[in-house]
């Protein structure tokens, strides 16, 4: 069995996007929109494949060296603006996470690769903000972003728990890859994917434990992976 820190048990954190709230597909247009405005063609489809679980940093930094074109000054303040406008009016929490959360004991923290305000509202629109605050991290707060282990290695010093005490709920490759490199136990989450059983398949690979499908399933994969 894990050893508790001294809340009563392991660290639980979770990805936003996409595990606590269905926030892909947004995120996706919006960019998608915005790149077409300026010239360069991208579905939301696309997007959402290439760049998930990405902070929007790395993700533009990758689309001007992919098209050698220098995105325009407000670019970022732009897409950011929008995403939050469209969150505000259009954004839903995922399915059974509230009762995920109510029902997994112990402290739990989000750690995204959003910006902060993206966080905040996100939670804040969905309801599920009191189930973490404070234990709000963002990649902004870091140098690297995802795949690399910075973020998760932050949220576990924050919350004064070692990182081999914590468990990490992600639906991304890159999300599950930082998590591992960080010593930390990830379960990969499909449930708002469109392709599952490929999804699945990649967050095998990248170091998940174990993948779940239904949020309601969260806290039956924690405790067989560690006694709980």
């Given at each position: ?21 269905d926030s892909e597909p947004i995120a996706a247009a919006v960019l998608a929109e915005a790149l077409k405005r300026i010239g360069l063609s991208a579905s939301a ?107 998760f290695l932050l949220a576990a010093a924050r919350s004064e728990t070692d990182p081999a005490n914590c468990i990490v709920v992600e639906d991304s490759a890159p ?54």
């Amino acid at each position: 069995m894990w050893p508790c820190n001294s809340r009563g048990g392991p660290l639980v954190i979770f990805d936003c996007n996409g595990v606590l709230v269905d926030s892909e597909p947004i995120a996706a247009a919006v960019l998608a929109e915005a790149l077409k405005r300026i010239g360069l063609s991208a579905s939301a489809e696309t997007v959402m494949r290439r760049f998930h679980g990405r902070r929007p940093a790395d993700i533009f930094a990758t689309v001007e060296t992919a098209t050698a074109t220098k995105l325009p000054f407000d670019f970022p303040a732009t897409v950011a603006a929008e995403t939050l406008r469209r969150m505000r009016s259009e954004l839903r929490a995922m399915a059974h996470a509230a009762h995920a959360l109510t029902w997994i004991r112990g402290p739990k923290a989000v750690a995204s690769s959003s910006p902060p305000d993206r966080i905040r509202v996100s939670l804040e629109v969905t309801g599920l903000i009191r189930f973490f605050e404070p234990r709000l991290f963002s990649a902004s707060y870091v140098r690297r972003g995802k795949p690399a282990p910075d973020l998760f290695l932050l949220a576990a010093a924050r919350s004064e728990t070692d990182p081999a005490n914590c468990i990490v709920v992600e639906d991304s490759a890159p999300g599950v890859t930082a998590a591992a490199a960080a010593g930390m136990t990830p379960i990969g989450f499909v449930g708002g994917s469109n392709a599952p059983g490929r999804l699945a398949n990649d967050l095998l690979a990248a170091g998940a434990r174990n993948v779940v499908a239904d949020l309601r399933s969260l806290k039956s994969a924690i405790t067989d992976l560690r006694g709980w």
